[in-house]
């Protein structure tokens, strides 16, 4: 079945650190894939989608490319910020009913 | 506006205890979700309707029922509460079931606490 694979956090960085978080797949079809970002308290919000192969998502820094020959989706910010501090969760969905979400990574950036 | 609501944000309550959490959207879609998240943070849907019909009801206990009046809200009762229901209760709505375009919205949260 379809599923997503992400880092294991949590993850701590200073302020201006690069970030990675790295997020495979596995899926039977040609899914779409997602980064979804909760901050501290709140629910899930929609951070950045591709829906095809060689597709680069992005949206407030941070970038993920879509790339079908590692099944991979990898999120990438070049500077974070303590605003950054979030849980960070991959997702896909294959044309089917259903959403498909990593377990999440948690992100803490200090200053 | 808030495009997807629920009531309430926070929920404590006894063990066996029955209760509701309330779930709408004005965003017009279609398909509307229930998720829970474990204290891990671990994200698991339960139960997924598309125009008020059950389209994903994936393994949870019965004591868990969705209804949904109309396809902008799907409430989610729960019978006999049990400690292990604790957690944070999502819902979402996407515009419809699946499709590769699909972006779900989330609501806020319900954290539930069973003592």
């Known amino acids: 079945g379809d599923s997503v694979t992400q880092m294991e956090g949590p993850v701590t960085l200073s302020e201006e650190a690069f970030l990675t978080i790295n997020c495979t797949y596995t899926?039977?079809?040609?899914?779409?894939l997602f980064w979804y970002v909760q901050y501290p308290g709140e629910g899930l919000q929609l951070l950045l989608k591709?829906?095809?192969?060689?597709d680069k998502g992005s949206n407030k820094g941070f970038e993920a490319t879509y790339r079908k020959e590692t099944t991979s989706f990898h999120l990438e910010k070049g500077s974070v910020q303590v605003s950054d501090s979030a849980v960070y969760f991959c997702?896909?969905?294959?044309?089917?009913?259903?959403?498909?979400f990593g377990t999440g990574t948690s992100l803490t950036v200090i200053p | 506006d808030t495009a997807v609501s629920q009531t309430p944000k926070y929920l404590v309550t006894q063990m066996g205890n029955d209760k509701s959490i309330k779930c709408e959207q004005n965003?017009?879609?279609?398909?509307m979700y229930w998720y829970k998240q474990d204290s891990k943070k671990f994200l698991k849907i339960m139960f997924s309707?598309?125009?008020?019909?059950?389209?994903i009801n994936e393994t949870v206990p019965n004591r868990f029922s969705p209804k949904s009046p109309d396809k902008a809200h799907l409430n989610l009762h729960i019978n006999s509460l049990e400690l292990g229901d604790s957690a944070v209760y999502f819902c979402?709505?996407?515009?419809?079931?699946?499709?590769?375009?699909?972006?779900?919205?989330f609501g806020p949260g319900t954290r539930l606490l069973v003592l």
């Open positions: 997702a896909l969905i294959d044309g089917g009913n259903q959403f498909y």
């Open positions: 979402a709505s996407s515009h419809s079931p699946g499709g590769r375009q699909e972006t779900q919205y």
């Open positions: 309707y598309n125009n008020k019909e059950l389209i």
């Open positions: 899926a039977t079809g040609y899914p779409s």
């Open positions: 965003l017009g879609h279609d398909t």
């Open positions: 591709a829906t095809k192969a060689d």
